[in-house]
């Protein structure tokens, strides 16, 4: 079955302590993405990547790190969390950004609270 | 940046026609699209448009786009409970990155 899966679901942490929530994809997609929802303020990306090795910051990327090695995977760490990094993390993505492939599949999220 | 601004809560009788509506700032939208997310779920696409359309129908869904105005608006036909879900409007712009911002969602909220 084609889908994006992240890990885990639901996270209780408290401030300052590493993680990392794994994004894994099995459609061969070039295209990945970090998305954070938070109430009133809808999606907003994290980070994305082009294609392996490549990767660029979004909208919000300030405590966030990302990597790329591999094209199913696309892990979100977060150093030292914060507080403020409590809400519902979403991974996404496409075959590529190109018109006519545009398509994000997401996945189920993960829910973060930072204590 | 680009702006994407919607409503966030809308209640409609089953049955009844929903219109969920969604203005945006970026002039240079080539793609429009309607996200579903249900409860508990990750986002689903259900309908885009190409910036130089006006209309596009698919089912019970009638997407409506005018770019002078640059709103955007989603009806759904005969709503049912199974429509209760937050929906989310995205554009995506025609820069080199062709980044895809998202709006705030809207509730729709389906009262039986």
């Known amino acids: 079955e084609a889908q994006v899966t992240q890990n885990p679901r639901y996270l209780i942490t408290v401030t300052g302590k590493k993680l990392t929530v794994t994004c894994s994809q099995n459609?061969?997609?070039?295209?990945m993405s970090w998305y954070r929802q938070d109430p009133g303020l809808g999606l907003r990306q994290i980070y994305y990547?082009?294609?392996?090795?490549?990767?660029d910051k979004g909208d919000v990327p300030e405590g966030y790190k990302v990597s790329r090695k591999e094209k199913r995977n696309f892990p979100l760490i977060l150093e030292s969390p914060s507080p403020n990094q409590t809400s519902l993390y979403f991974c996404a993505s496409s075959l590529s950004m190109r018109p006519g492939a545009h398509e994000q599949f997401f996945g189920p999220g993960t829910r973060l609270t930072v204590l | 940046g680009e702006d994407v601004e919607q409503s966030l809560f809308l209640s409609v009788r089953e049955g009844d026609s929903s219109v969920i509506n969604c203005t945006y700032t970026d002039s240079s939208s080539t793609y429009l699209y309607w996200y579903k997310q249900e409860p508990g779920a990750g986002l689903q696409l259900l309908t885009y448009?190409?910036?130089?359309?006006d209309m596009k129908q698919d089912q019970r869904l009638t997407v409506l786009l005018n770019k002078k105005d640059k709103h955007l608006s989603l009806r759904i036909a005969d709503t049912q409970t199974g429509d209760s879900a937050i929906y989310f409007c995205?554009?995506?712009?025609?820069?080199?990155?062709?980044?895809?911002?998202f709006g705030t969602g809207t509730k729709l909220q389906v009262i039986p």
């Open positions: 448009i190409f910036s130089n359309m």
């Open positions: 995205a554009e995506r712009d025609s820069g080199g990155y062709q980044k895809v911002t």
């Open positions: 459609m061969n997609h070039e295209y």
């Open positions: 990547s082009m294609n392996v090795e490549v990767t």
